[in-house]
């Protein structure tokens, strides 16, 4: 069942990232595409924070919620985050005052908006306001719950794609890419609180 779990996980991840340019590349040409992938690589400059301190918290959070210290975790996962934020905001506010010139460094011959950057970025920002909830769900032993939160907000990007991509081009792949990021992030964010606030209530109930 854990295998199954972290399977579709790791399935529908890749269409919450990829289906855009998917649907990108069916209605347009691949110039466009490539605006797009630039404009989702640039953004990610943000969240590779989140990747440095999940790999590093990660296993604290799960030793803490298995010994129920669950103050001690809800601490942790506020220090985390205020860490991430520290290094992400500087650099979310570098990405939205010079991205076009970020985005020349990334392809020299690029002449395309950079609104989607610009969404783009504010969901990765928001990816990382968030904290590292995702690896948090998989570490307190909640990989269905992520599972089902990932598979809704992947079918909802293809969605989103569909309606948006053929009228806004990669404009409308990155509102659906930025979309779907910040609601599977929200939502993850709002489940993970409240199992571990049941936790503790429950804990002091004993």
């Known amino acids: 069942s854990l295998l199954i779990s972290l399977g579709i996980t790791n399935v529908c991840s890749y269409f919450l990232k990829y289906s855009p340019i998917l649907i990108l590349g069916y209605y347009f040409s691949s110039r466009e595409v490539g605006y797009y992938s630039v404009s989702n690589n640039a953004a990610y400059l943000i969240n590779f924070v989140l990747w440095v301190v999940d790999s590093v918290y990660s296993p604290y959070f799960a030793n803490l919620y298995r010994e129920n210290k669950i103050d001690e975790l809800k601490a942790l996962l506020k220090k ?69 939160i990932i598979l809704l907000t992947s079918i909802l990007t293809v969605f989103l794609g569909l309606m948006l991509v053929p009228k806004y081009n990669y404009l409308g792949a990155a509102i659906a890419t930025a979309l779907g990021l910040i609601i599977q992030n929200l939502t993850a964010f709002f489940l993970s609180r409240k199992i571990i606030n049941n936790t503790l209530t429950s804990n002091v109930n004993l």
């Open 80 to 148: 985390a985050t205020t860490y991430m934020l520290i290094i992400a905001i500087p650099v979310f506010l570098v990405i939205i005052t010079f991205s076009n010139t970020i985005l020349t460094l990334f392809e020299p011959n690029f002449n395309g908006s950079t609104t989607p950057l610009l969404i783009l970025a504010f969901a990765q920002l928001i990816n990382v306001a968030t904290g590292p909830v995702l690896f948090l769900m998989n570490m307190i032993g909640k990989e269905r719950e992520l599972m089902i």
